[in-house]
């Protein structure tokens, strides 16, 4: 269960969520700041919506695993949990030619089927986060966002704003977006 990295480089990750909303200006954003996002699309935007998905990962981003029905996954017994994480990967392989390696469960709520779901079909992490954004709001476990810090913001109306808001404080720290798969510890 990753929910930061254990990294002395002034490095920090973005992840967003879900994809109901797709604003084009959020890629661009990230590009012009040079940094790229791990995303959590439910597999049923990605079906809908492939070349937006796409733009991130020209940037260097993945586009990975959120489930198919973004259920309370602790509810669903395991082979349901499985289809779901699982199934959610191959459809976004089917729909972007490639899925990239992590799972992040809706609400950030597991048991042990989750982990399990994760590992039968080969992805490296179970993702959560140690840093929300929403509305223009920074949360995080008291202070300034820290290196390291896994940042959750989703695809909402409010996201470039938001987004802004980060890139801002990032700057204002010292800090700078790295890729998430460049600082997984050694499986
Ligand atoms: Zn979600």
């Not at 996954?73 to 949990?81: K, V, W």
Request: hydrophobic share 40%.
């Amino acid at each position: 269960m990753l929910r930061r990295i254990d990294t002395t480089d002034r490095v920090v990750f973005i992840t967003i969520d879900d994809g109901y909303s797709r604003d084009p200006r959020v890629p661009d954003l990230l590009a012009e700041h040079g940094a790229t996002a791990t995303l959590f699309p439910v597999s049923g935007v990605v079906r809908a919506d492939p070349q937006f998905f796409a733009r991130f990962l020209e940037l260097g981003g993945t586009v990975n695993s959120h489930t198919v029905y973004h259920d309370h996954l602790p509810n669903l017994d395991a082979a349901t949990q499985r289809r779901e994480v699982c199934g959610a990967a191959q459809s976004i392989a089917n729909s972007l030619g490639g899925v990239g390696p992590f799972f992040r469960p809706p609400y950030g709520e597991w048991n042990s089927d989750t982990v399990a779901a994760a590992r039968s079909c080969r992805l490296r992490a179970v993702v959560l986060w140690s840093v929300s954004v929403n509305k223009g709001f920074i949360a995080t476990h008291g202070g300034p966002i820290k290196a390291g810090d896994i940042i959750l913001m989703h695809f909402r109306e409010e996201l470039y704003t938001d987004l802004q808001a980060v890139f801002a404080e990032l700057d204002r720290l010292g800090l700078s977006v790295a890729r998430l798969e460049d600082y997984l510890p050694a499986a």
